[in-house]
């Protein structure tokens, strides 16, 4: 088998700031990942019918289920899969940690978008960029709320960003230029940098929209405010050493 990313891969990367692996994954892998997903999203569901909202997570809208890989061994896995670490070692090098993981569940026939944002405001780190992958669970269309990027947007570094009730927001959304939308099938993964702007629309169908965001990092990653080491990383790929 020939290697997963190719030339165009990369130069879509440094020209665009995202690029697609159409079903990486098959559909059978999807649905086993979707049976463990299910499981700790009953919870947090439950979680937000008792507790309220929390943060940007709403119960039967949209939820965030985060740091599954840690405490969990088959997320942890699969986060840990070669397709995976080969990605991250074409666009990050030898050295990677896991930074972050969270599920996103939309649910069917919601009415609000996720707004614009760098991943990078939420926290900044150094080095920057880091990775985001971004994996379609499940098919992810125009009408059930696919992410749109905007391509070259990660050329600008960070931009001023403002909090709003459904998250940080670092561009207009009714700026002339909306990028473009990225729908794929399931299985497929997403692949931009942090710095990359984009976005997800609303769910108007009839189904949940599931996705896996996970954020892979230089290791040694810092946080920028403080200098100070970001703790508790899970180590993914690190240099052979030699005699």
């Not at 697609?20 to 990942?33: G, P, Q």
């Not at 990677?96 to 069917?108: A, E, H, I």
């Not at 997800?200 to 403080?226: E, P, T």
Request: overall charge negative; charged content about 25%; glycine content about 8%.
């Amino acid at each position: 088998m020939g290697s997963i990313v190719t030339d165009r891969h990369r130069a879509e990367m440094d020209s665009n700031g995202f690029t697609v692996f159409e079903r990486l994954f098959t559909e059978a892998e999807m649905a086993d990942l979707t049976e463990v997903f299910e499981v700790h999203e009953r919870r947090r569901q439950a979680q937000l019918r008792a507790e309220g909202d929390s943060g940007i997570s709403r119960a039967d809208e949209i939820t965030f289920n985060d740091h599954l890989a840690e405490n969990d061994p088959s997320v942890r896995a699969f986060c840990e899969r070669p397709e995976i670490v080969e990605v991250c070692r074409a666009f990050l090098g030898p050295n990677v940690d896991l930074y972050w993981n969270q599920t996103v569940f939309k649910q069917p026939e919601g009415d609000k978008i996720f707004p614009w944002h760098q991943d990078d405001a939420y926290t900044e780190v150094d080095p920057a960029p880091y990775l985001t992958l971004w994996l379609a669970i499940s098919d992810a269309t125009e009408e059930n709320g696919c992410i749109s990027v905007l391509p070259g947007s990660h050329k600008g570094g960070l931009r001023p960003h403002e909090w709003t009730d459904i998250g940080l927001t670092g561009y207009p959304a009714d700026a002339p230029d909306q990028g473009i939308s990225v729908p794929v099938p399931a299985g497929s993964l997403i692949a931009f940098w942090s710095m990359t702007l984009h976005k997800s629309g609303a769910n108007r169908s009839k189904g949940i929209r599931r996705a896996f965001v996970i954020q892979y990092c230089h290791a040694g990653l810092r946080y920028k405010a403080s200098g100070d080491v970001v703790p508790n990383l899970l180590p993914i790929s690190r240099e052979e050493v030699t005699a």
